[in-house]
């Protein structure tokens, strides 16, 4: 199945609006409908949440739109941008043996 890169850059002085809708968040991701490889926040200069990574693996691109679009955070307005790519694991220990 093919993987794509979901990386949501937050808005700017957006902490408590993330640390108000993680739970939600959190609850989302845990019951997925699709394949997460990997998943966790990416850190500011002070080690505090700016945004998403997500290593997807999913039929189509679509299918991690949807997913994207329906986050918790992004239907409270968190994100100030969203890009979904097209990505290849070749090594490391999700690599395919």
């Keep these: 199945m093919p993987e794509f890169i979901l990386f949501c850059h937050d808005r700017e002085?957006?902490?408590?609006l993330r640390l108000k809708t993680r739970p939600a968040h959190l609850a989302y991701v845990a019951n997925a409908d699709i394949e997460i490889l990997l998943a966790g926040p990416i850190l500011d200069d002070e080690e505090n949440p700016a945004?998403?990574?997500f290593i997807i693996a999913a039929a189509q691109i679509s299918d991690v739109q949807y997913f994207a679009d329906n986050d918790p955070y992004a239907l409270a307005g968190l994100f100030e941008n969203v890009?979904?790519?097209?990505?290849?694991?070749?090594?490391?220990?999700?690599?395919?043996k």
């Design 51 to 53: 945004g998403s990574l």
């Design 13 to 16: 002085d957006s902490l408590a």
């Design 83 to 96: 890009e979904i790519r097209p990505y290849r694991i070749i090594a490391g220990a999700l690599a395919p």
